[in-house]
């Protein structure tokens, strides 16, 4: 299945598009040994623990990445999430530039209401993120879509980490 931006791409974009559609799974090869960090992050989520949560994300990710062979990265956690009035900024994906790390930023409090973000939302924001870090870098894509099979790497990977892989 490809979106509907696909017939605007051109065809060396749709070369990539089918090349990370085709990439459904990224298996993580001891995920039982992130579960504590999983724990962790979300009591330091619910208790607000911005710098905190911040530590065990940059551990979390950074785990993810060194056991995929990925390169390692900076995270920022940060206060409320920015807005335009028609839509929300969740994460943000940062590429390596000038001999610095990629870096993924997000947000623990809604922009509107000011309320922590659900912490399985704010997991799989997270990994969407890392997902666009792992097109870049591990599998050396020359750009990161969002395709049906970006979206089935993350989730295969947010239930890895929750142990739900065979629910």
Not at 97 to 126: D, N, Q, Y
Request: aromatic share 8%; hydrophobic share 40%; net charge positive.
């Amino acid at each position: 299945m490809v979106f509907a931006y696909y017939r605007n791409l051109s065809k060396a974009n749709r070369v990539i598009y089918r090349m990370s559609d085709s990439i459904e799974t990224l298996s993580i090869s001891h995920p039982e040994l992130l579960y504590d960090k999983i724990s962790m992050l979300q009591k330091a989520l619910e208790n607000e623990e911005q710098v905190q949560l911040k530590t065990i994300a940059t551990h979390l990710m950074n785990g993810i990445a060194q056991d995929i062979k990925a390169p390692p990265l900076t995270i920022r956690v940060l206060a409320s999430r920015p807005n335009n009035d028609a839509e929300e900024l969740h994460g943000l994906y940062e590429p390596v530039s000038k001999g610095k790390k990629a870096r993924i930023t997000v947000w623990m409090r809604t922009a509107r209401h000011k309320k922590v973000v659900a912490f399985r939302s704010f997991l799989r924001t997270l990994l969407h993120e890392l997902c666009h870090h792992i097109d870049y870098e591990l599998f050396h894509l020359e750009d990161s879509y969002h395709t049906e099979g970006f979206f089935k790497r993350e989730s295969d990977i947010f239930k890895q980490l929750l142990n739900e892989k065979n629910q």
